[in-house]
């Protein structure tokens, strides 16, 4: 089992870059595939970034690639999110998940992430 907790929201203007971070309990986190997804008000909470257990595959949402960059730290039990040239739209609370598994394939659903963060907020002014 793995406990995630996001740090690194905040407000900021259109434009502004966002790290936010994901730290991770547990002696297996290098077995976890990780994910980021983001839930605005009113809306479903939807996939943003995955990455491989070992960081070699990563995957986008088509609505932040190009901006957004994940990464993870397998040695600090860690996973980040680069957020560059933010837009209104991204305000969301963002989500970092965990699911065990050695595959590499791009997995978006979130049924199939079997932990999460509480959540961070981020909010993108115009």
Known sequence: QVQLVESGGGLVQ???SLRLSCAASGRTFSTYVMGWFRQAPGREREFVAMISWNG???YY????????TISRDN?????????NSLKPEDTAVYYCAARPSASSRMVT???EYA???QGTQVTVSS
């Open 14 to 16: 259109a434009g502004d």
């Open 56 to 58: 070699g595959s990563t």
């Open 61 to 68: 949402a088509d609505s932040v690639k190009g901006r957004f």
């Open 75 to 83: 040695a600090e039990n860690a996973v980040y999110l680069q957020m």
């Open 109 to 111: 659903r979130r049924e």
């Open 115 to 117: 932990y999460w963060g």
